[in-house]
């Protein structure tokens, strides 16, 4: 299973960028899906996330500028972001929890690798 994280690159302050993320391989389920991101020096933080029934919750900074979504049927996520801000440049990660073989009692989480994500002031 690998979860691959694309659409970042440079944008201008209040530009627009939507990032994907594509889970490969075979799974049995897709749970918990979510977006990370990383600036330089600073510790990962939790952005936004959505549950399988399309359940979303973003972190205040984003909120309203961030959208979140997932298709089931193709495994994949989605980041529409809007109004960038020069703040908003870091690395981001998805992250996915799943259920690999449904004769596991429980599943795991699988993260992609970063797409950097610069907004120019």
């Known amino acids: 299973v690998q979860l691959q994280a694309s659409g970042g690159g440079l944008v201008q302050a209040g530009g627009s960028l939507t990032l994907s993320c594509t889970v490969s391989?075979?799974?049995?389920?897709?749970?918990?899906m979510a977006w990370y991101r990383q600036a330089p020096g600073k510790q990962r933080e939790l952005i936004a996330d959505?549950?399988?029934?399309?359940?979303?919750t973003y972190e205040d900074s984003v909120k309203g500028r961030f959208t979140i979504s997932r298709d089931n049927s193709k495994n994949t996520m989605s980041l529409q972001m809007n109004s960038l801000k020069a703040e908003d440049t870091a690395a981001y990660y998805c992250?996915?929890?799943?259920?690999?073989?449904?004769?596991?009692?429980?599943?795991?989480?699988?993260w992609g690798q970063g797409t950097q994500v610069t907004v120019s002031s």
């Open positions: 992250v996915a929890n799943i259920w690999v073989d449904p004769a596991d009692s429980t599943s795991n989480d699988y």
């Open positions: 391989g075979s799974v049995f389920s897709v749970n918990f």
């Open positions: 959505i549950t399988r029934t399309g359940t979303a």
